[in-house]
Every structure is written in structure tokens, then in C-alpha cells.
């Protein structure tokens, strides 16, 4: 079954009192963004709405990804936790045919609203308070007991699905996407969990029992408990709110991880250290439960011989980073593109702070990485995102590389300025990350690259402008092509005949690019050079002529360059 694209969701709760069929959702009204669009929140196989009617508050999810059997899977944890009655989930419905998009009728689940804030969002704020700590740390040891004496699993314990209230007291699970229960255990996984609290093991075995949430309830257990014991551990291991002490990359090697070298060099927390990184290096199935590990019980083999060394081995790189979602670079517009409506990370450098008011009369800011008139991703904080951040962005952010996750929105185009802009919008604290260069370009090279800095590569674009000038140019004999072009063209999308599947696009040669600019007499000056990939440091030029036809640098290349070109590329 093909689902509606994130578009097709959006045009429909425009107008959710006619697509939507449940009587109180369409009643109801759509939270928005600072544009007046529906506003999105993106996660596993599904977007989540926000929909208020009266009194109540209810989270709508719309799925745009197939999960097999998800109907079944759906009925059956709906009624086991109707039984349970447990505080630590949320009532909710799910509707086989909620919504009606372009004649089509599609699933939908109706959950009620959780309370307080996410896991991610709390740590943000009380990852220094002993006190608030200390009450989340026993939250996660009941909610650990409770699983393990029902025999059933959420299987994506983190952040973004625990929301904590009563100052840590009281949490609650939400998204049940890829829970287990007994009665569909013949179904199989539905996804892998959020790779910052999983086990390294998870993603080749794919188990589906009731052991799933050990590990994610070990890891934010430990991590808590290392910031109860140094509250500057937070920023000594660049804790952000997708990630609390450690990373998928720490669960990997745990022997060369400077962050259990960290914890293990503090007395209070080294034999606990050491125990969960042997649980990091055995099979995921030997995982103890969290009880068993605060106890010092079933750890799979002697801690004694572990050796945190915090470094990669002589000679070995340093491992490559390990994203929880799609890395992208935020000057690669082509590559964010392809993945609108799916939940990302996207890093760059600062080049423009843009305030400004909305229609409505609230402030916002962009944060753009290239020059408006064209192309590009920014960052967009609407008045609720300003709200929540504590430092607001100015002028003094421009040159910052910075991480961002988030929903990637569709395209936002003004043809009469000729400009496109995509966005992420940040409504949380903690969404958005300042980061060194050196770890902006570690995280962009990538899981299969340890170096800081890929290689450089000659642009086909700088070595036309070299043969027009008549220099020769030459090309490092250990440059690699890059995974992605951004001086070449935007994708172009291949027709497709099925609804809400988005087409996959097509590729165009980097040599091709230049060819088809050439023809259409839009060869770029040098002071005109599209965006480079991240490796370059240098700020963007953010102004382009509008309007009257091409400036002289954009006339018609001097007769014969094609063909002289094309002996040049290919003979």
C-alpha cells in the first residue's frame, strides 16, 4: 500500500474538518506554523499532527511509510493495553480509514496527548539538578520492572518517546510503532529504534521479544546516573537532545570511546562503566535487565579484562559518525530535497541571520547557508521556537557551523523573486546544535570515513573557468568523486503513476552539468561559483542580479569553447 506523501498530508489538514472522519477531530483545530502551514512532527513510519478540540489535546499520526501488518499489529497493542490500564501509555484509536486524500482512504491513529515534555527536553534543562535526576533514575527503574513482569516491549525507548512530568516523577511512552506484545510476535520488527540507545547488534539480528528495551533502559539509566555524579559530564561528552552521554559510535568500540575512558577515570562510576561496555560487545540477547545491571548481576563476562583506553588503536582512524537519521550538508539543496518529509540532519555554516514578522505580527528568524535569492535550505524559528530557546541567534552566529534535526518541510517557492527556499523548523530546545568545524565536517564525511576532511576534488565548474582562462588544471591522484555533486543541477524528478510515492530522481553527470550550462549561455563568473561542498570555509556571496537580462560575465561563451571542451573532457 502506498501511503500520501508529506504534501498530501499537509493540503488535507488544511481542510481537516472535510478530509478528516472522526467527528471530534474535525471539529477540532490544527496546530500551525509561523507560515499557516499544518505543522509536522516526523517519527518512524509516521507524522504527527496536533489537533485540539475543546478541552482535549490529541496527537493525530498519519503514517507515510508501509509497516507490515500495521492494522493487526495496531488492534492487537490496542487492546492489550486497554487491559493493562498502565499509566506509562496513552489511550488511543486506531482508525483503518481516518483520512480521505486525493479519493484514497488511509489509516490513522488518534492518541491522547501526553503530559509534560519529552526525555530530551527535560535532560536540556535539569541535566544539573541531583534532584531531578535522582527521580527520573527510579521512573526508569519501575518503568523497567513493569515491562519485564508484563512480557511485553516498546522497542524504541529514547528521547524523543518519553515524556517526563511531575519534575521526573512521572514518564510515559508514546509511539507504538514497533512494539512488542506476544499476541504478534509471528509479525516480526517493525523498525530498529533510534541508533543513539540501542544495541550495536540490534540492526543484523532484528530480534522481536520481550528483551527489546533492556539496553535502551541500561544506557539512559547510566547516563543519567554519570550526570548525577558530574553534572559536566553533559558538556564534556557534547550531549545534545538526541543524544545523552553517548552515541551509537561509543556502543561500537567502547574500548577506544573517549566517553567511557571518561566515565571509567571517575571512581563512582568505572565498574559500572565497565560493565556496560561488555554489554556493548556482547550479542544483544545477553543484555541483563536494568535491575540486574544496577545490581552487578548476569553482565555476560568479567569486567575485570575491559580496558577503556579512550583512542583508537596505532594507526587506526578515528571511527566515523554514526547519525540517528540522514546527514546532510545544508549546502546540498538537491540532497534535502530528496528526502522532504522525512526526519534529518542537516549541518553547515552560517552565513545570514534574518529576522523578521510574520503575517500574524509574531517575530521569526531564518538562519540561512546560502544567499537567499536562490536555492537553499535554512533554519526557520517561528515565535514558539524563539520561545523556547534560550539564546536567541543573531549576527554573531554568522561563520557557526551548526546541527540541526528536524522534519525536512517541502519547498517554498517565489517565482517572481525566483527563489526556493527548504526548511527545518526548530520548536524545541535542543533541536538545534553550535558545533566545532571539526566536528561539523567529521559528522558530514559520514560512518564510512574516519578523516575530518574529505579530500578535495576539482569541480568540473573550476576547471572550466581554469580552460577558459587557458591554465591546464590538475586533479589530485587520491581524489575521489563525492557522493553528491553540488555544483551540478537539481535532480530531476521521474514521472510517476502511483499516488504519494515519491519518484527517485535522476541523476545528471557532472561533465553533463556543465555541458547543458554552457548551452544555455549560463556559464557562472569565478566570483560566481555555486555553494561548495562543506570542506570550504569561506563565506558565500548573498546577492545575485535580478531582472534585465545576464550581466557581460553571462553572455554567450566565446565560438568553438564547446567543442574545444569537449576535446579537452573526452579525447
Given at each position: 500500500?502506498a501511503y500520501p506523501?508529506?504534501?498530501?498530508y ?11 472522519t ?6 477540532g483545530?490544527v496546530a500551525t ?5 499544518p505543522l509536522?512532527?516526523?517519527g ?6 496536533t489537533v485540539?478540540?475543546?478541552s482535549?489535546?490529541y496527537?493525530?499520526r498519519c503514517f507515510?511509510r508501509e ?5 493487526r ?7 492489550r493495553?486497554?487491559?493493562l490500564r498502565?499509566?506509562?501509555f ?10 480521505r ?12 496527548w501526553?503530559k509534560?515534555?519529552t526525555l530530551?527536553?527535560f ?8 534532584q531531578a535526576?535522582a527521580a527520573l ?16 516491549a516498546?522497542g524504541?525507548?529514547?528521547?524523543g518517546?518519553?515524556m ?6 512521572g514518564?510515559q511512552l508514546i509511539?507504538?510503532d514497533?512494539?512488542?506484545?506476544d ?10 529504534g ?8 540490534r540492526k543484523a539480528s532484528?530480534?522481536f521479544d520481550?528483551?527489546l528495551?533492556?539496553f535502551?533502559?541500561i544506557s ?10 558530574d ?6 561528552t557534547n550531549?545534545?537532545?538526541?543524544a545523552?552521554v553517548?552515541?551509537?559510535?561509543d556502543f561500537i568500540?567502547?574500548e ?5 575512558a571518561?566515565?571509567?577515570?571517575n571512581a563512582?562510576l568505572?565498574q ?8 556493548c560487545s556482547?550479542p544483544?540477547?545477553k543484555a ?7 545490581a552487578?548481576?548476569?553482565v555476560p563476562?568479567?569486567?575485570a ?8 588503536a ?5 571511527p ?6 540522514d546527514?546532510?550538508?545544508a549546502?546540498?539543496?538537491?540532497a534535502c530535497?530528496?528526502l522532504?518529509?522525512?526526519k534529518?540532519e542537516?549541518?553547515?555554516k552560517?552565513?545570514e541571520?534574518?529576522?523578521?514578522r ?8 531564518f538562519?540561512n ?9 535554512k533554519?526557520?524559528?517561528w515565535s ?8 536567541t541567534p543573531?549576527d554573531?552566529?554568522?561563520g557557526k ?6 522534519l525536512?518541510e517541502p519547498?517554498?517557492e517565489?517565482?517572481?523573486l ?17 558545533l566545532?568545524?571539526e ?13 575530518v576532511?574529505?579530500p ?9 573557468e581554469?580552460?577558459q582562462s587557458g591554465?591546464?588544471?590538475t586533479?589530485?591522484?587520491n581524489?575521489?568523486?563525492q557522493?553528491?555533486?553540488?555544483s551540478?543541477p537539481?535532480?530531476r524528478p521521474v514521472p510517476s ?8 530522481p535522476?541523476?545528471v553527470?557532472?561533465n553533463?552539468?556543465v555541458?547543458?550550462?554552457?548551452k544555455?549561455?549560463?556559464v557562472?563568473p569565478p566570483?560566481?561559483r555555486?555553494?561548495?561542498p562543506?570542506?570550504?570555509s569561506r563565506?558565500i556571496?548573498?546577492?545575485?542580479p535580478?531582472?534585465g537580462?545576464?550581466?557581460p560575465?553571462?553572455?554567450q561563451?566565446?565560438k568553438?569553447l564547446i567543442s574545444?571542451?569537449?576535446?579537452w573532457?573526452?579525447?
Amino acid at each position: 500500500m502506498a501511503y500520501p506523501s508529506l504534501e498530501q498530508y499537509n493540503n488535507a489538514f488544511n481542510d481537516h474538518s472535510i478530509w478528516l472522519t472522526d467527528p471530534e477531530l474535525k471539529a477540532g483545530s490544527v496546530a500551525t506554523t509561523g507560515m499557516g502551514l499544518p505543522l509536522a512532527i516526523s517519527g518512524g513510519f509516521a507524522l504527527t499532527y496536533t489537533v485540539t478540540a475543546g478541552s482535549r489535546k490529541y496527537a493525530v499520526r498519519c503514517f507515510h511509510r508501509e509497516s507490515k501488518a500495521l492494522e493487526r499489529r495496531y488492534t492487537a497493542i490496542s487492546q492489550r493495553l486497554s487491559a493493562l490500564r498502565s499509566p506509562y501509555f496513552l489511550d488511543f484509536k486506531f482508525q483503518s480509514k481516518g483520512i480521505r486524500i486525493d479519493g484514497g482512504q488511509y489509516p490513522i491513529v488518534k492518541m491522547a496527548w501526553a503530559k509534560g515534555e519529552t526525555l530530551g527536553e527535560f535532560l536540556e534543562d535539569n541535566h544539573g539538578s541531583p534532584q531531578a535526576l535522582a527521580a527520573l533514575a527510579s521512573s526508569l527503574v519501575a518503568l523497567s520492572a513493569f515491562l519485564e513482569k508484563e512480557r511485553i516491549a516498546h522497542g524504541d525507548i529514547q528521547t524523543g518517546n518519553l515524556m517526563v512530568s511531575g519534575g521526573g516523577a512521572g514518564i510515559q511512552l508514546i509511539d507504538y510503532d514497533g512494539m512488542w506484545i506476544d499476541e504478534i510476535k509471528d509479525l516480526g520488527s517493525a523498525e530498529l529504534g533510534h541508533v543513539n540507545f540501542q544495541h550495536p547488534g540490534r540492526k543484523a539480528s532484528n530480534p522481536f521479544d520481550a528483551t527489546l528495551d533492556r539496553f535502551s533502559l541500561i544506557s539512559l539509566w547510566f547516563a543519567i546516573e554519570a550526570l548525577r555524579t558530574d553534572p559536566s559530564i553533559w558538556r564534556k561528552t557534547n550531549s545534545e537532545i538526541d543524544a545523552i552521554v553517548f552515541r551509537a559510535n561509543d556502543f561500537i568500540d567502547p574500548e577506544s570511546s573517549p566517553v567511557f575512558a571518561l566515565l571509567a577515570a571517575n571512581a563512582a562510576l568505572s565498574q559500572r562503566a565497565k560493565a556496560f561496555a561488555v554489554i556493548c560487545s556482547s550479542p544483544i540477547q545477553k543484555a541483563p535487565t536494568l535491575g540486574e545491571f544496577i545490581a552487578g548481576k548476569n553482565v555476560p563476562f568479567p569486567s575485570a579484562s575491559v580496558v577503556l583506553a579512550g583512542k583508537p588503536a596505532e594507526g587506526k582512524p578515528r571511527p566515523g559518525y554514526i547519525g540517528a537519521y540522514d546527514v546532510l550538508s545544508a549546502t546540498d539543496y538537491g540532497a534535502c530535497l530528496s528526502l522532504v518529509g522525512n526526519k534529518v540532519e542537516v549541518i553547515g555554516k552560517i552565513i545570514e541571520v534574518k529576522p523578521g514578522r510574520a503575517k500574524n505580527g509574531k517575530p521569526y528568524i531564518f538562519i540561512n547557508f546560502g544567499p537567499w535569492r536562490g536555492r537553499i535550505f535554512k533554519i526557520a524559528i517561528w515565535s514558539d521556537g524563539l520561545d523556547a530557546l534560550r539564546a536567541t541567534p543573531d549576527d554573531s552566529w554568522i561563520g557557526k557551523w551548526v546541527s540541526v534535526v528536524g522534519l525536512m518541510e517541502p519547498p517554498y517557492e517565489n517565482r517572481k523573486l525566483k527563489y526556493s527556499h527548504l526548511s527545518v523548523n526548530v520548536t524545541t530546545v535542543g533541536q538545534m546544535v553550535v558545533l566545532s568545524e571539526e566536528d561539523a565536517r567529521w559528522r558530514l564525511a559520514g560512518p564510512q570515513s574516519g578523516a575530518v576532511s574529505p579530500p578535495k576534488v576539482a569541480r568540473n565548474i573550476e576547471i572550466l573557468e581554469r580552460f577558459q582562462s587557458g591554465a591546464r588544471p590538475t586533479v589530485s591522484s587520491n581524489a575521489r568523486p563525492q557522493a553528491r555533486q553540488t555544483s551540478s543541477p537539481p535532480a530531476r524528478p521521474v514521472p510517476s503513476a502511483s499516488p504519494g510515492i515519491k519518484p527517485s530522481p535522476v541523476r545528471v553527470s557532472p561533465n553533463q552539468a556543465v555541458l547543458d550550462r554552457i548551452k544555455s549561455s549560463q556559464v557562472p563568473p569565478p566570483t560566481r561559483r555555486p555553494t561548495p561542498p562543506p570542506t570550504q570555509s569561506r563565506p558565500i556571496a548573498t546577492h545575485q542580479p535580478i531582472g534585465g537580462g545576464p550581466p557581460p560575465e553571462l553572455r554567450q561563451p566565446e565560438k568553438g569553447l564547446i567543442s574545444r571542451l569537449l576535446r579537452w573532457l573526452f579525447g
